[in-house]
């Protein structure tokens, strides 16, 4: 009883976060990204090597969600400047059903790079932002 009050709780505060923008627009943004990804991933696969990719300031979650189960063989690591947002993305991740999606990390892009996520940006072989600096009218 205490372990399905406790993920009862935890659903509760890791709900997902719906960005319209995000939802209309993640499609023509995979269809874009997976020219790049895809030379990699072939090459790589042929090599026994996995493809890491790093998504800068990853907001709701719903794009890291949906370019995932497109391609199993990379492993996606969000990253968001905003812990609020980390319930968020993690709900995403658990409802998105696959298993290479890492948990979100800190990063704040204002700061050296290399100190990014703990160091750890060396690992990564993509990198990507969408929608990083929002645009005002």
């Not at 800190?106 to 990507?128: A, C, L, R």
Request: charged letters at 20%; aromatic letters at 16%; glycine letters at 6%.
């Amino acid at each position: 009883l205490k372990y399905k009050y406790c993920l009862f709780f935890f659903r509760w505060r890791s709900h997902k976060h719906v960005n319209s923008a995000a939802e209309r627009n993640k499609k023509p943004i995979f269809e874009v990204i997976e020219k790049y990804i895809s030379p990699y991933v072939d090459k790589l696969s042929k090599e026994n090597r996995s493809f890491h990719c790093l998504e800068i300031s990853s907001g709701t979650g719903q794009h890291v969600a949906y370019f995932a189960p497109q391609f199993p063989s990379v492993i996606w690591q969000p990253s968001e400047v905003d812990m609020s947002s980390f319930g968020s993305i993690s709900a995403y991740i658990q409802d998105s059903g696959v298993s290479n999606i890492q948990q979100p990390i800190y990063i704040d892009v204002s700061e050296d790079y290399t100190k990014w996520g703990g160091g750890i940006i060396g690992k990564y072989i993509m990198h990507f932002a969408i929608d990083t600096l929002p645009v005002r009218s």
